[in-house]
């Protein structure tokens, strides 16, 4: 069964850190680009990070550059995010995606999401 | 930064009807748009990537059209299971960035 599944989020104290994580499976992990994408409560979408097929290239939102580090483990089918110096406004629902290997851009694949709620 | 305008934040239409968004880049950015449903407490889903072409297993009443600056997501006869909240997105490749639009709330 093509899908992804994330784990890791919960309540977290302003300042602290947290580490989601991804598991894919029933496709090619390791031909894609996997991104983190983020809702906050009542809110629009945001992108958060992109990792390159192999791990070699890693890009982040202005928002969470410096905080936040996206990493792969293409031989365990995994993606996460590690949130470190979080912030209220890092509340949200995290999604882990994919844009597909044959194509440039779009995200086709979503996980279901996981909240993580920053709190004192 | 590329800016995407996406109109109106809200719409309220009838079944069966023509059902049209817009999304606005504040610079030319090609065919480099996607377009995203979501329902309430759900991941988004992909509908129409690259601006005019229909993902696999997406019913044929939804389409996109548009390049450069102007683009155009339709619904050509509303149903009752398209009532959620649609999203533009556009993404480069050189450097890798992705942005979405304010998202627009389809009500019956």
């Known amino acids: 069964q093509v899908q992804l599944v994330e784990s890791g989020g919960g309540v977290v104290q302003p300042g602290r850190s947290l580490r989601l994580s991804c598991a894919a499976s029933?496709?090619?992990?390791?031909?894609?680009?996997m991104h983190w994408v983020r809702q906050a409560p009542g809110k629009g979408l945001e992108w958060v990070a992109v990792i390159s097929y192999d791990g070699g290239a890693k890009y982040y939102a202005d928002s969470v550059r410096g905080r936040f580090t996206i990493s792969r483990d293409n031989s365990k089918n995994t993606l996460d995010l590690q949130m470190s110096s979080l912030r209220p406004d890092d509340t949200a629902v995290y999604y882990c995606t994919r844009t597909p290997a044959r194509r440039r851009g779009g995200f086709d694949l979503w996980g279901q999401g996981i909240l993580v709620t920053v709190s004192s | 930064d590329i800016q995407m305008t996406q109109s109106p934040s809200s719409l309220s239409a009838s079944l069966g009807d023509r059902v049209t968004i817009s999304c606005q880049a504040s610079q030319d950015i090609k065919h480099f748009l996607n377009w995203y449903q979501q329902k309430p407490g759900k991941a988004p889903k992909l509908l129409i990537y690259d601006a005019s072409n229909l993902e696999t297993g997406v019913p044929s009443r939804f389409s996109g059209s548009g390049s450069g600056t102007d683009f155009t997501f339709t619904i050509s006869s509303l149903q009752p299971e398209d009532i959620a909240t649609y999203y533009c997105?556009?993404?480069?490749?050189?450097?890798?960035?992705?942005?979405f639009g304010q998202g627009t709330k389809l009500e019956i």
């Open positions: 029933g496709f090619a992990f390791d031909t894609c680009p």
């Open positions: 997105e556009h993404y480069n490749n050189l450097p890798p960035g992705y942005s």
